[in-house]
């Protein structure tokens, strides 16, 4: 008999950042969105899946005789092809994220594509925004000018995990969508795709943005004398398996909130007396 022991392998489509990048720039912080529980059910290729998902870490599977997540027994490492076993899929943690009663076929895979579509998504690497304004977010933004925003090109991009067993394989793939900016003045938000970064050693004259905001008042009117602005990046969500079997997950974001101290521009009087 094969041993029983299976891993679900994550990878990434592109360079994983630090989820922490976000955290290091004081007044920052970030949150995403997605139930840890996804239900995804094995679709004809173009047809959707439903579920929703977040996390990160590897998977890996093993058949027991009794559920380990109630007290049951250990692995079994020698199954018998016809025999019933709980198949129980922990995380890097030891947690328990997938239980399922299955019938032990040696020559079929242990789990079937949505199933492993739903662990891929869960694994999905995903990176916290690092919001970018023009004037620097380091420095005071103008009330009546507009501050430019965009998300740099190593957040915006596709994030990837597969998880696979003997004879199966399922890739779950994010492809960055929006940015809603929230820029905390109680306006409607921006929507905007990546936006267009600012090059300070060219004119500005001969630069221009799709994404920006103009703040109507100073932010001295404000308690703390600051604005709470937030940075919701979205993804829409796909996934393949090797069997030909397809369909789309509901969207995910990850959130980066920070401040923004904006000023009023001081005029200039030149001349005599009034």
Same mark, same amino acid.
């Not at 392998?9 to 290091?24: D, E, N, P």
């Not at 995903?126 to 103008?142: A, E, I």
């Not at 001295?220 to 369909?247: I, L, P």
């Not at 990850?254 to 009087?269: G, N, P, S, Y």
């Given at each position: 008999?094969?041993?029983?022991? /299976?891993?679900?392998?994550?990878?990434?489509?592109?360079?994983?950042?630090?989820?922490? /990048?976000?955290?290091?720039?004081?007044?920052?912080?970030?949150?995403?969105?997605?139930?840890?529980?996804?239900?995804?059910?094995?679709?004809?290729?173009?047809?959707?899946?439903?579920?929703?998902?977040?996390?990160?870490?590897?998977?890996?599977?093993?058949?027991?005789?009794?559920?380990?997540?109630?007290?049951?027994?250990?692995?079994?490492?020698?199954? %018998?092809?016809?025999?019933?076993?709980?198949? %129980?899929?922990?995380?890097?943690?030891?947690?328990?994220?997938?239980?399922?009663? %299955?019938?032990?076929?040696?020559?079929?895979?242990?789990?079937?594509?949505?199933?492993?579509?739903?662990?891929?998504?869960?694994?999905?690497?995903?990176?916290?925004?690092?919001?970018?304004?023009?004037?620097?977010?380091?420095?005071?933004?103008?009330?009546?000018?507009?501050?430019?925003?965009?998300?740099?090109?190593?957040?915006?991009?596709?994030?990837?995990?597969?998880?696979?067993?003997?004879?199966?394989?399922?890739?779950?793939?994010?492809?960055?969508?929006? %940015?809603?900016?929230?820029?905390?003045?109680?306006?409607?938000?921006?929507?905007?795709?990546?936006?267009?970064?600012?090059?300070?050693?060219?004119?500005?004259?001969?630069?221009?943005?799709?994404?920006?905001?103009?703040?109507?008042?100073?932010?001295?009117?404000?308690?703390?004398?600051?604005?709470?602005?937030?940075?919701?990046?979205?993804?829409?969500?796909?996934?393949?398996?090797?069997?030909?079997?397809?369909?789309?997950?509901?969207?995910?974001?990850?959130?980066?909130?920070?401040?923004?101290?904006?000023?009023?521009?001081?005029?200039?009087?030149?001349?005599?007396?009034?």
């Amino acid at each position: 008999m094969r041993n029983a022991c /299976v891993t679900l392998s994550i990878g990434a489509l592109a360079t994983v950042l630090s989820v922490g /990048v976000a955290f290091a720039d004081a007044g920052t912080s970030a949150s995403g969105g997605g139930s840890s529980a996804p239900s995804v059910g094995v679709s004809t290729p173009g047809s959707p899946a439903e579920g929703n998902g977040g996390g990160g870490g590897i998977v890996s599977c093993q058949y027991s005789d009794a559920n380990p997540s109630t007290g049951g027994s250990p692995e079994v490492f020698n199954p %018998v092809s016809g025999q019933q076993y709980f198949l %129980v899929c922990l995380d890097a943690n030891g947690q328990v994220v997938f239980a399922q009663i %299955v019938t032990f076929n040696p020559a079929a895979p242990a789990i079937d594509s949505g199933t492993l579509a739903r662990q891929a998504w869960k694994q999905l690497p995903l990176v916290f925004p690092t919001p970018h304004t023009s004037p620097d977010r380091g420095s005071p933004q103008y009330a009546g000018l507009p501050s430019w925003l965009w998300i740099s090109s190593a957040d915006w991009q596709p994030r990837s995990a597969t998880a696979s067993v003997p004879g199966l394989s399922a890739t779950v793939t994010a492809t960055p969508s929006r %940015v809603d900016w929230d820029m905390g003045d109680g306006r409607p938000s921006e929507q905007c795709g990546q936006g267009t970064a600012y090059d300070p050693a060219r004119p500005a004259r001969d630069q221009s943005t799709d994404c920006s905001h103009t703040y109507a008042d100073a932010s001295s009117t404000r308690a703390d004398g600051v604005f709470h602005a937030v940075a919701t990046m979205w993804w829409t969500v796909s996934w393949q398996a090797t069997d030909g079997s397809q369909g789309t997950l509901p969207d995910v974001f990850r959130t980066t909130t920070f401040d923004l101290r904006v000023d009023e521009i001081e005029a200039l009087r030149q001349g005599g007396s009034p």
